[in-house]
Nanobody, 124 residues
Framework: QVQLVESGGGLVQAGGSLRLSCAAS????????TGWFRQAPGKEREFVAA????????VYADSVKGRFTISRDNAKNTVYLQMNSLKPEDTAVYYC?????????????????WGQGTQVTVSS
């Protein structure tokens, strides 16, 4: 079992920044990936970014490339999502998830463990 706890959400004006954190505990190892997803009201959950713990390899959704950065702190078992130049359309509940397969997935189905989510609201 892996437990994931997100934090760092809040209300910010358009153009502002937030940093989300995802702290992992339990069956953590270096052979897994952590992804960030988001879900806005009335919309499907969508992929945002993911990182491979062992290699540090990352992948991003086109909608956030150049604005968001995913990173990890091995010592703290924590993954971060730095979000800059935020737009109102970034408003959503953001979830982190863990996947123990060997592939860096950009869809939600392969991810086995999910956090409870943190709300990000960007005002115009």
């Amino acid at each position: 079992q892996v437990q994931l706890v997100e934090s760092g959400g809040g209300l910010v004006q358009a153009g502002g920044s937030l940093r989300l954190s995802c702290a992992a505990s339990g069956r953590t190892s270096r052979s897994y990936s952590t992804g960030w997803f988001r879900q806005a009201p009335g919309k499907e959950r969508e992929f945002v970014a993911a990182i491979r713990w062992s290699s540090g390899r990352t992948v991003y959704a086109d909608s956030v490339k150049g604005r968001f950065t995913i990173s990890r702190d091995n010592a703290k078992n924590t993954v971060y999502l730095q979000m800059n130049s935020l737009k109102p359309e970034d408003t959503a509940v953001y979830y982190c998830a863990a996947d123990f397969s060997a592939v860096l997935h950009t869809t939600s189905l392969p991810y086995d463990y999910w956090g409870q989510g943190t709300q990000v609201t960007v005002s115009s």
